[in-house]
């Protein structure tokens, strides 16, 4: 297994469009990292070059101590498992898998111990001599998995490899790829992965670290519990976290934020971890952390609720913004509905500012 290092790299396609921006990324040996955005933010342009299936423009990829840009993907000891399977039909599960170490003249007895180890470390015994359309979309998915463990990588490439998987299948596969991950930690055969996706419960639940990427550049590489906690600008604050933290505009002025009529009093909570003082700036507070007050706080007129079982999410209007809180059930239950107006009062030692302008974050970490 090997580290994985990108520096300044970059691709602009035929036409001059620039795709990659010059991006920097570290990938320890046997880390799991996530590469996650929206749609067209190049995340698979980034793989692909990885790979060797995308040219690169300018800027270095180093797998280990090689520098592997001009080699072709048979040469730089990745393995690449894609979303739509990619078996061959006409084989069964055992050829499907011994497929490459045939074509490295590997002897015979050696890759059937090999299909055997794999075929055990993905339990899928049983299916060695079935053809592909005799398999689940889930069985498929772990024969190409297999297909990817068998060569012994250095590193693992993953694009969407879940996505054409229901909901139910999806949650299970990313507990067995994760835990195949640790287990071949585990046994000393750790593998470093890079894992593309633009599901963020994936990335959330799968990665050691996740590098957010926008229009080809990365926003920031951090463990989930960390972009969670401390995302460094407004992007990542929206992108990470279900429901979506709420975001309030106003202006800073001393140690009031005022936002259309109404103000926030800030207190040392938030003021001692304040870098600047944006005075176009943004508050931006997790539904969690907007808690439902009685008689002062901010006011805010009920839009609808979402009964989610033993919570509520509340949707409200603050000043011509829509955001959202999370109560209790019981909370909600004995709510004042009798009128729409409801109180607010952000938990500002969970809050963060950002500068409109440039989106940064500019109150320092929470701790830890
Ligand atoms: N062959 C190509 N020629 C020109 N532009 C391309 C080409 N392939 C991709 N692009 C552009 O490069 C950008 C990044 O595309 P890419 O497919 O890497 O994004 P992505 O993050 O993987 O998106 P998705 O999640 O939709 O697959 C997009 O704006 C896309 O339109």
Wanted: glycine share 8%; with cysteine; aromatic share 4%.
């Amino acid at each position: 297994m090997a580290r994985l290092q990108l520096s300044k790299l970059e691709k602009v396609y035929g036409g001059g469009f620039k795709a990659v921006h010059g991006i920097d990324l570290d990938v320890q040996e046997g880390e799991f990292m996530v590469l996650v955005g929206p749609s067209g933010c190049a995340k698979s342009t980034t793989l692909r070059m990885i790979a060797g299936l995308e040219e690169v423009t300018s800027g270095e990829i180093r797998i280990g101590d090689r520098i592997v840009n001009a080699l072709p993907p048979g040469k730089r000891r990745i393995a690449m498992v894609f979303q739509n399977y990619a078996l061959y039909p006409h084989m069964k599960v055992r050829s499907n898998l011994a497929f490459g170490l045939r074509l490295a003249h590997v002897p015979k007895p050696e890759r059937e111990a090999a299909v055997q180890e794999v075929a055990r470390i993905l339990e899928i015994e049983p299916l060695l001599d079935r053809l592909p359309k005799q398999l689940s979309g889930g069985q498929a998915q772990r024969v190409a998995l297999g297909r990817a463990l068998i060569k012994k990588p250095e590193v693992f490439l993953f694009d969407e490899p879940l996505s054409n998987l229901d909901a139910k299948l999806r949650a299970s596969m990313r507990v067995r790829i994760t835990d195949l991950h640790k287990r071949l930690k585990a046994e000393g055969r750790p593998s470093t992965v890079v894992y593309v996706t633009h599901d963020q419960t994936e990335a959330m639940t799968m990665g050691d670290r996740i590098c957010v990427m926008k229009d080809g550049h990365i926003m920031q590489v951090a463990t989930p519990k960390e972009l969670y906690d401390r995302p460094a600008n407004l992007f990542v604050a929206g992108f990470i976290g279900s429901p979506e933290m709420n975001v309030i505009d106003g202006e800073i002025e001393g140690t009031d934020f005022r936002l259309g009529g109404q103000v926030i009093s800030l207190d040392e909570a938030v003021l001692n971890r304040m870098q600047s003082k944006p005075q176009e700036a943004a508050l931006g507070i997790r539904p969690q952390h907007m808690k439902l007050s009685a008689g002062n706080g901010l006011t805010a007129r009920l839009r609808s609720a979402e009964f989610m079982g033993h919570e509520v999410y509340l949707h409200a209007m603050l000043e011509g913004k829509e955001i959202t809180t999370v109560a209790g059930a019981a909370e909600y239950d004995a709510l004042d509905r009798s009128d729409e107006r409801i109180r607010l009062t952000p938990d500002l030692g969970h809050a963060h500012i950002f500068d409109r302008q440039s989106g940064r974050n500019v109150s320092l970490p929470l701790a830890g």
